[in-house]
T-cell receptor, first 115, second 111 residues
Framework: DTEVTQTPKHLVMGMTNKKSLKCEQHMGHRAMYWYKQKAKKPPELMFVYSYEKLSINESVPSRFSPECPNSSLLNLHLHALQPEDSALYLC??????????????FGEGSRLTVL | RKEVEQDPGPFNVPEGATVAFNCTYSNSASQSFFWYRQDCRKEPKLLMSVYSSGNEDGRFTAQLNRASQYISLLIRDSKLSDSATYLCVVTSLNRDDKIIFGKGTRLHILP
């Protein structure tokens, strides 16, 4: 069982819809991440929050908007997505965002299809 | 951006055999190294951290060669359940290269 919970597991949306992906962890981790993964590719980093502050934005288009309401929650708001945004969106957490980290705990992912 | 490279495979290996694959990294300032395992349509899961002295967990042995800048993963007595993609992860001090995933090596264990 994963200790990082993501909802929904599957999401189908049209290009004009607004939806959100949610992620929750209760391990006391202070760093949380959003990754995007296409089939047969490695996870691609989108955003990193450290101590509830946005630490890294990997030049992600503004149609993806992250939010970290508190240290346990991470949201990804989606608006006006394109079909090429269809992918598995993975949330991860780690104890901290500092040297020597890298032990990421991933959620099961939200599989997004944009029509 | 620094690179982390893996042979994509697939490695097709009979059950019970030993298989090994490597991951090379180009940033000599890299600090920490990990192997993750990802099953088809599942999330990546940490398999092992890789230490300078090498480490072993059951049938799995991971080694780090800093001089040649690669890490390795050896799987002994392979099981059907070992079939997965194995992702190499490297972290470094450089902010731009904080966590880098390799593209993964696909392993198929054949009955």
């Amino acid at each position: 069982d994963t200790e990082v919970t993501q909802t929904p597991k599957h999401l189908v949306m049209g290009m004009t819809n607004k939806k959100s992906l949610k992620c929750e962890q209760h391990m006391g981790h202070r760093a949380m991440y959003w990754y995007k993964q296409k089939a047969k590719k490695p996870p691609e980093l989108m955003f990193v929050y450290s101590y509830e502050k946005l630490s890294i934005n990997e030049s992600v288009p503004s149609r993806f908007s992250p939010e970290c309401p508190n240290s346990s929650l991470l949201n990804l708001h989606l608006h006006a997505l394109q079909p090429e945004d269809s992918a598995l969106y993975l949330c991860a957490s780690s104890q901290d965002f500092a040297v020597g980290f890298g032990e990421l705990f991933f959620g099961e992912g939200s599989r997004l299809t944009v029509l | 951006r620094k690179e982390v490279e893996q042979d994509p495979g697939p490695f097709n290996v009979p059950e019970g055999a030993t298989v090994a694959f490597n991951c090379t990294y180009s940033n000599s300032a890299s600090q920490s190294f990990f192997w993750y395992r990802q099953d088809c349509r599942k999330e990546p899961k940490l398999l092992m951290s890789v230490y300078s002295s090498g480490n072993e967990d059951g049938r799995f042995t991971a080694q780090l060669n800093r001089a040649s800048q690669y890490i390795s993963l050896l799987i002994r007595d392979s099981k059907l359940s070992d079939s997965a993609t194995y992702l190499c992860v490297v972290t470094s001090l450089n902010r731009d290269d904080k966590i880098i995933f390799g593209k993964g090596t696909r392993l198929h264990i054949l009955p």
